[in-house]
Structures are given as C-alpha cells and as structure tokens.
C-alpha cells in the first residue's frame, strides 16, 4: 500500500517538468482482472473523454484479445464505480477490490468531474449550477491547452479518443483530488493551439 501511494504522488508531481511517463511495468502497482499475479493480465475498467448520450465521459471494461486489439464493453458511470469499488463483480475485479481505496482516492464522486480536465465551462446548459471546468484553452474551451495535453500523455491520454485504462486510470483520478496536482493543471501555459485543434475527436472510437 505504502509503494502504490508514493507511486501515485510521484505521477502526480512528475509532470512539473512535463517529463513524459516511460516503460511498460506496472512499478508494483495493484494488477486487475486475474488472482494469480504473474498471469497476464487482460481486462481493465477505463474511460474515454468523449461526450455521449450517458453524458461527457464514457466509462468502459475492456478486454485485451490475443491479438493485442481491445474489446470495449461500454458502462454506465455508476457502472464503472460499482464494478472499481468492488460492489460488483466484473472480470476486470473478479476478487472485488476496492481499487479506489487501493490508490489513495478517497471519493468515488471524483468520477464525476472528470470532464473538468476537457472542458473551460460546463458545455451544456442546466438548471444546477457546475463549477468551472480546467481547461485554459482560450480559443477551444471544449479542448485542454496542448500543454495540458502534454500531462494527460503520462496517463495515456494522448489525443480525446485515447482510452485511460487499468492502473493509469486510478492514477490519474488520484492526482485529480490533489489541489496542487489541479492548480498546477490549470495554470499549465496555454501554448500555441496545435494544427488539429479536435486532437482526435472526430476520430472513430469502436466500441
């Protein structure tokens, strides 16, 4: 437990000098989907900041094929909860963990905001008030700055249709209830736009 908290706060640290996170290993990290920990791991609880019908995340259990191409089973938002706090059963938590717990998260709600780290303001008008979004992309608040972008890399997030999954996913929600990991998100320079301002929105995602 110890090793996965000073991992996370590292990730949350690490992106000061917008190092890019390297390797493959896992670092000690908690594994999903098997009980015999050498055995290779193959399904995941992730997410993709893409809006849909569900609202402006979609959440997902995902099975990585022999072949290395994924199967996406899309999930509700209190899916993904049930089935990451260990409520559910899933074959990506068959031992029901607490994979919340695991990471240091101490609100399940921090699934919610996730659509802070794309958007400048709440894109859609409502009768609850929401708080501001984190990006500080001036000329595309519906997109993080490019230099946001930059952080959203060391957690896999590459462009909007990069899926988040396994221990990058929790880790990334981890960093999120940290105030200084946000501030410092916020305040990322808002750098030149890039030439692709939809950074891959438009980009088909198969479920």
């Not at 997030?157 to 410092?184: H, Q």
Request: glycine share 8%; charged share 25%; proline share 4%.
């Amino acid at each position: 437990m110890k090793k996965i908290l000073l991992l996370i706060t590292f990730f949350c640290i690490a992106f000061n000098g917008f190092a890019q996170y390297e390797g493959e290993d896992d670092g000690g990290f908690t594994t999903f989907g098997e009980e015999d920990e050498t055995a290779e791991i193959k399904d995941f609880l992730g997410f993709v900041l893409l809006p849909d019908y569900n609202g402006l995340v979609r959440f997902y259990e995902i099975h990585i094929n022999d072949d290395s191409t994924m199967k996406y089973t899309q999930l509700s938002m209190d899916g993904f909860v049930n089935r990451a706090a260990g409520r559910e059963r899933s074959a990506a938590n068959p031992t029901k963990d607490d994979f919340f717990r695991n990471f240091g998260i101490k609100d399940y709600n921090i699934v919610s905001r996730l659509w802070q780290l794309r958007y400048k303001e709440y894109p859609y008008f409502t009768q609850v008030q929401h708080e501001a979004g984190w990006s500080n992309n001036d000329e595309h608040p519906e997109l993080p700055s490019p230099q946001q972008f930059e952080i959203l890399k060391q957690f896999g997030i590459e462009r909007l249709s990069s899926i988040c999954y396994g221990d990058k996913c929790f880790m990334l929600l981890a960093c999120m209830e940290n105030p200084d990991w946000v501030t410092r998100y916020k305040g990322s320079s808002n750098v030149t736009p890039s030439a692709n301002p939809k950074n891959g929105e438009d980009d088909t995602f198969v479920d």
